[in-house]
């Protein structure tokens, strides 16, 4: 497609609620990027693919978070049992190759709020 | 673990002034980028400085990366209402392209 699409845009959820959300890249970019954003803040690293592997996954801040990415393609990240402090913006970006020069494309983002 | 401070946080101005706003790193830079983020949306890349004493224009946006690569600024002439939002600077951290962002400024400029 012409950008990086995410959805839902808005999720609204129960907390102990499973919640996906899903990242569909620029077609032939290689990288693939999920970011976390509170309100008003900077964006927190969440995991980084590559085709279809997750060389760095070192931000899933616990073991509820997992993602993963198919065909090179689409990916989808996951958060079980969902808790307040989850409620923030995932953001989805994706890049030409894994180097930092190429920067990155994002998407608009998916809302949680946990309630 | 690299810290990116970006200062001031928050900056609000009438249509028409100038402001520079900086991004200060705690160890050098790999590759600099300067996002804008507006409301709803995801930030958009503004430019990438690579290279010490670098100074880089975009209309009238002017990007200076310091000698040491440490630091960085942001000078916008008479800032116009669109140019509200969140301006977000990013290191570039090794080959995976994986960025470490700054905390952002917010610039609201009023008409």
């Known amino acids: 497609g012409a950008g990086v699409s995410q959805s839902p845009s808005n999720k609204v959820t129960e907390k102990g609620k499973d919640v996906e959300l899903r990242c569909d890249p620029i077609?032939?970019?290689?990288?693939l990027y999920w970011y976390r954003q509170s309100l008003g803040q900077g964006l927190e690293f969440l995991i980084y693919?590559?085709?279809?592997?997750?060389?760095?996954k070192s931000g899933l801040p616990s073991d509820r978070f997992s993602a993963e990415r198919t065909g090179g393609s689409v990916s989808t990240l996951t958060i079980q049992r969902t808790q307040q402090e989850d409620s923030a913006v995932y953001l989805c970006?994706?890049?030409?190759?894994?180097?930092?020069?190429?920067?990155?494309?994002f998407g608009s983002g998916t809302r949680l709020t946990v309630v | 673990t690299q810290l990116l401070e970006q200062s001031p946080q928050f900056l609000s101005i009438q249509e028409g002034e100038n402001l520079t706003v900086y991004c200060n790193s705690s160890?050098?830079?790999?590759?600099l980028q300067w996002y804008r983020q507006e409301p709803g949306e995801g930030p958009v890349l503004l430019v990438t400085?690579?290279?010490?004493?670098e100074v880089k224009k975009l209309k009238r946006l002017t990007f200076q990366f310091g000698d040491a690569r440490k630091d960085s600024s942001l000078h916008i002439t008479a800032a116009q209402p669109g140019d509200t939002g969140l301006y977000l600077c990013?290191?570039?951290?090794?080959?995976?392209?994986?960025?470490?962002f700054g905390q952002g400024t917010t610039l609201q400029v009023k008409p």
């Open positions: 400085v690579v290279t010490g004493g």
């Open positions: 160890s050098v830079f790999s590759s």
């Open positions: 693919f590559q085709g279809n592997s997750a060389p760095d």
């Open positions: 990013a290191d570039g951290s090794g080959n995976t392209g994986k960025l470490i």
């Open positions: 970006a994706s890049s030409y190759g894994g180097d930092s020069g190429y920067g990155y494309t």
């Open positions: 077609s032939g970019h290689t990288a």
